[in-house]
């Protein structure tokens, strides 16, 4: 038995056209995006002829996404390419839990506890995790946070939860 893998033809179910599957799922994935990122920033002021505002950012963004997305989609159309790989959504799925933890708990618990919990999640992500390893960055992670928002950047952040205030 050889380790090996074969080279018999792939079953696929994208069309003869697509040369590059992978390139091509990619490349409408990044202008899905742009798209929501037009579609949500549409009632935002400014670019509007030589206007700024709110809206700039964000549209200007997405458009630059949009033209990078249909680059990637043309080359998987034009270029011989990687054909799609199964999918893994532990990563997406715990990046996914640790932004939405983030999100809820930033105000009830204060930035420590947040940054540190959400960091703990995310590494959940993966089954190669060093949880020694991990709770170090974790700490040093939290420890940057701490000192950079609240006194570097001067953003009021609370940093201990609100029962461990009052």
């Known amino acids: 038995m050889s380790d090996t893998p074969s080279h018999g033809p792939v079953k696929s179910i994208m069309p003869k056209w697509v040369r590059g599957p992978q390139d091509f799922v990619g490349g409408v994935a990044l202008i899905a995006i742009a798209l929501f990122a037009l579609w949500a920033s ?6 509007r002829g030589f206007s700024f505002g709110a809206g700039t950012a964000p549209r200007m963004f997405a ?3 949009l033209g990078l997305g249909v680059a990637v989609m043309v080359v998987g159309l034009v270029t011989e390419g990687v054909h799609l790989a199964k999918y893994h959504w532990r990563g997406p799925l715990f990046v996914s839990l640790a932004i939405l933890s983030f999100a809820l708990m930033i105000r009830p618990m204060g930035l420590i506890v947040t940054a540190f919990s959400s960091f703990l ?3 959940l992500g993966t089954p190669e995790t060093k949880w020694t390893e991990t709770i170090i960055v974790a700490v040093c992670l939290t420890a940057f946070c701490s000192l950079l928002f609240p006194y570097a950047l001067g953003l009021p952040l609370q940093m201990l939860p609100k029962f461990m205030i009052r």
Do not use: H, K, V
């Open 42 to 47: 549409s009632d935002l002021q400014g670019m």
């Open 63 to 65: 458009y630059l996404l």
């Open 121 to 123: 999640i995310a590494a």
